[in-house]
């Protein structure tokens, strides 16, 4: 299958998977307004798997501001 198809039946299919996810009860929940609700939500649940993705984020040209976005963390380079 082409990528550009893969994409399409991915587009086309994904609102019927959520409906159906959504009418069974198992749609993942992704804001909560505060800590406590989400306890509440997930009281008798025993595992939760967290998927996290990167997103990409504009790094300011002015050097006073890039050392204010600066993390620290070095790309390890061989």
């Not at 609700?37 to 595992?47: C, S, T």
């Not at 998927?51 to 204010?68: C, F, G, I, L, V």
């Amino acid at each position: 299958m082409s990528r550009s198809k893969a994409c399409e039946n991915f587009h086309k299919l994904l609102p019927v998977l959520h409906e159906t996810l959504s009418r069974i009860g198992v749609l993942p929940h992704r804001n909560f307004k505060n800590v406590k609700k989400m306890k509440e939500i997930f009281k008798n649940i025993e595992q939760i798997i967290i998927d996290a993705t990167e997103r990409p984020h504009h790094r300011p040209k002015n050097n006073e501001k890039q050392s204010s976005m600066y993390s620290g963390k070095k790309k390890n380079m061989p």
